[in-house]
């Protein structure tokens, strides 16, 4: 039973983390201090370790249990990113630094800011007709 | 008890295959080798042959009587009445894979049923024609037959039943059978005979019978055809007897098919619904949670009317074409407000604790209420009316304040009256307060869906919400119908404007593997009297399991646009198998293993054209989309079935 709470208690806090994702209102990356992503390794990580399972090859989001988060244009801080990995809330695998080193971590950061977020529905006429 | 078997037992000789077969055996042992070589082999005590004796006086007595009556020809059948009584049920189909157990009933529903009500739909699998029942009468509001071959045919069938039961869908299966020993052929009739064949499939069929005569099989083919249609639903078996449908009606005359007459749909206590109907009027936040709510075209007005009404939220898990999906009260992509609920009611959803509850697939599996403590939940529906043990589609048990059993649709009404009865002045400015903020967050949430469908449009393998948006866009302006797709409930229902009763016929209930390509079909069979336009998108992991159903799309000319989600895996399971090594810390690279389907790729079109089917793909490049989608609508307004293989991202 001590062991439910504190899981409980432990997601809660992930899950304020996870709200990050989707929310947008992450505090401002400290670039300065963050490790220096390869988006292009990223891309190759994101591929081969499956994040794109749930997450798109696009970094669209999905749906795996639940809908899943998009991810291009990530507003977590990396800082924030790799820790979220480490001990990930909910159904997400948590990814241990033993198979996801902290600068593949940041590569695959990297590469999920490289990516092109949301468009302007207006551009794209399929959209406009729904 | 076949007319046969009992003058068997009046002493009559037995004119049957089966003696021919006989003396057939003893003539060809005889010829192997000369019985007294066989007789020096073992023994090594020649016994002195006993001469034959000399034929006695019966014996020679029937060696000068006729031979046994063996007619070549026969003016009626067991059959020819069995198809009679069919035609009564106002069947409109017989799916069937053909198999000698039931040869008798087949010929009987082509020559004698003039292939009409029932119409033979041939299928290349028992699951195929089983499915094709539950997606059918999902839009047609009734069910359809299916026969398969006595024992192997019921195990192919098995399955589909199971997803049937679990989604609350009527399907009248029939199976063939041979019940006396000593009528059955040496071989294959034997394993393909049982004591009691429904045996297999009792715990997900609502009742099943072996009728032992004619008036016993009109009597339980009626039965059944009610106790499956009548809410909870759920396919019924008959076992038929191979004898009962091949040998002449003695006495035609004799056999009476009885009235039918439909059973009403049982309807909550009045009271209790009186007592619902307060507790919606008083509460702040009340959210209606519907699953298989709707059954009828009515059942979808009804529901708007109660929502509209109150102004309250509706959240729709989907199970059939519940609630429009753009209704401003649709709050189906909003769960989170059911954390302010204070009044949760649950029509005709099968899981209440799953739908209430965050549940956590950790190492230490957690869960818990999305409500709040003080929420009441109210359950109005048939599921507690007809449960089984065995199988646990029934889901964790939940506690509720108020649990009204009876159908939510036919209670309606009564509700909604009660309701109306209990509004004021007052509360009315409250609804509309109500209305206006749900409203509002429901635009927010579809313009929502619009801009996050835009993230990789341009991408390849193609985004789901692209192939959503595209094929809408071109169906929008048609009388569609989507029967099925693969990527949960996601893209479709946040997209598209789902207003018609038959635009949406839910899922596959027990999540058995190959539900959506022939349940899809069965829809589109349904549909096809309406000149409805059906679609529908499958999953490639799906398809592998059925995919000789397009056979029968081209064989019958059913139309029908079949997207293939062709995404080369199983990728629920991938997803999961990723979790596993996460979990681990191993091999986290090594996850598709076992869950993908490449090395090789599959040629899906290739694969249509060779059943017959219009087949294009693989598509991977987004702009070819648009222009495949209108080639292949085009194909499926003039008749034909057509399916496209795109090649798209996960989900």
């Known amino acids: 039973m001590a062991m439910m709470r504190t899981s409980v208690k432990h997601l809660a806090v992930v899950a304020a983390i996870a709200g990050a994702f989707t929310l947008g209102n992450a505090v401002a990356s400290r670039a300065e201090d963050a490790p220096a992503g390869d988006p292009v390794n990223g891309k190759r990580l994101y591929l081969a370790d499956g994040c794109f399972e749930c997450h798109g090859r696009a970094g669209q989001g999905g749906r795996f249990n639940y809908l899943t988060p998009a991810l291009a244009q990530i507003a977590l801080p990396v800082e924030s990113f790799i820790a979220f990995l480490r001990e990930a809330p909910n159904d997400m695998p948590s990814f241990s630094a033993d198979v996801l080193s902290d600068k593949d971590a940041a590569d695959i950061h990297a590469y999920l800011s490289s990516l092109p977020g949301r468009r302007d529905a207006k551009d794209i006429p399929p959209i406009l007709n729904q | ?651």
């Open chain 2, 1 to 651: 008890m076949s007319k046969r078997s009992s003058s068997r037992r009046d002493g009559a000789p037995d004119s049957s295959r089966r003696n021919f077969l006989k003396g057939a055996t003893i003539a060809g042992a005889a010829a192997l080798g000369t019985p007294a070589a066989a007789n020096t082999a073992i023994s090594g005590f020649p016994e002195q042959r006993r001469k034959a004796a000399l034929p006695g006086p019966r014996l020679a007595a029937a060696d000068a009587s006729p031979p046994p009556a063996d007619p070549v020809n026969q003016s009626s059948s067991g059959g020819d009445f069995m198809v009679d009584v069919l035609k009564t049920l106002d069947i409109d189909y017989l799916a069937m894979n053909c198999a000698s157990s039931f040869r008798g009933l087949h010929e009987a529903v082509i020559n004698h049923g003039d292939n009409k009500k029932p119409e033979i739909i041939t299928c290349p699998h028992e699951e195929i024609a089983v499915h094709m029942g539950q997606g059918y009468a999902k839009i047609e509001g009734k069910p359809l037959a299916m026969i398969c071959h006595g024992v192997v045919g019921l195990q192919h069938a098995s399955m589909a039943m199971y997803n049937a039961w679990c989604d609350r869908v009527p399907v009248i299966v029939m199976g063939g059978n041979i019940m006396e020993a000593d009528k059955r052929a040496p071989g294959a009739e034997w394993p393909h005979s049982a004591i009691d064949p429904a045996a297999l499939t009792r715990d997900f069929v609502k009742w099943d019978d072996q009728p032992a005569s004619l008036q016993h099989f009109a009597e339980s083919a009626l039965r059944a055809y009610k106790i499956s249609t009548t809410p909870p639903m759920a396919p019924v078996m008959l076992s038929l007897d191979q004898e009962l449908q091949e040998n002449p009606i003695e006495n035609r005359d004799r056999l009476r098919i009885p009235k039918f007459t439909p059973a009403t749909a049982p309807q909550g206590d009045d009271a209790a619904l009186a007592q619902l109907a307060k507790m919606l009027v008083a509460a702040e936040n009340p959210v209606i949670l519907c699953d298989r709510m709707a059954r009828t075209p009515a059942g979808m007005p009804r529901l708007v009317e109660l929502a509209e009404t109150l102004q309250c939220a509706v959240i729709d898990n989907y199970g059939r074409m519940n609630f429009p999906s753009r209704h401003p009260l649709n709050q189906s992509f909003r769960r989170s407000i059911l954390s302010q609920a204070d009044l949760i009611v649950a029509m005709e959803v099968n899981d209440i604790w799953g739908s209430l509850s965050d549940f956590h697939d950790r190492i230490v599996r957690s869960s818990e209420p999305r409500y709040k403590k003080t929420a009441k939940i109210v359950a109005l529906g048939t599921r507690g009316l007809y449960m089984k043990a065995n199988y646990q589609d029934l889901g964790r048990y939940q506690d509720v304040d108020l649990d009204i059993a009876g159908d939510a649709e036919a209670s309606l009404p009564v509700l909604i009256e009660q309701v109306k009865r209990g509004i004021d002045e007052g509360r009315k400015a409250v609804f509309e307060a109500r209305g206006k903020k749900l409203a509002a967050a429901k635009l927010a949430t579809v313009e929502q869906a619009k801009l996050d469908a835009t993230i990789g449009w341009d991408a390849s393998p193609i985004t789901t919400a692209r192939l959503c948006a595209e094929l809408y866009s071109q169906i929008k302006d048609e009388d569609w119908s989507l029967v099925g797709t693969s990527i949960g409930l996601s893209w479709p229902h946040r997209l598209w404007n789902f207003t018609k009763p038959y635009q949406w016929n839910g899922l596959a209930g027990g999540g058995g593997v190959g539900y959506t390509l022939p349940a899809s079909l069965g829809a589109a069979l349904a549909n096809k009297r309406h000149g409805r336009l059906t679609v529908a998108i499958g999953g490639d992991g799906d398809f592998m399991f059925v995919p000789s159903t397009l056979w029968t799309a081209a064989h019958h000319q059913i139309p029908l646009l079949y997207i293939v989600h062709n995404n080369r895996a199983y990728h629920q399971e991938y997803m999961y198998l990723q979790a596993m090594a996460a979990r681990h810390g191993r091999g986290i690279t090594n996850a598709d293993i076992g869950t993908t389907l490449k090395d090789p790729f599959v040629d899906y079109a290739t694969v249509a054209k060779g059943f017959g089917v219009y087949g294009e793909g693989p598509i991977s490049d987004p702009n070819a989309l648009a222009p495949a989608l209108k080639r292949a609508i085009a194909m499926v307004k003039s008749g034909q079935p057509a399916l496209l293989d795109v090649v798209m991202d996960q989900r």
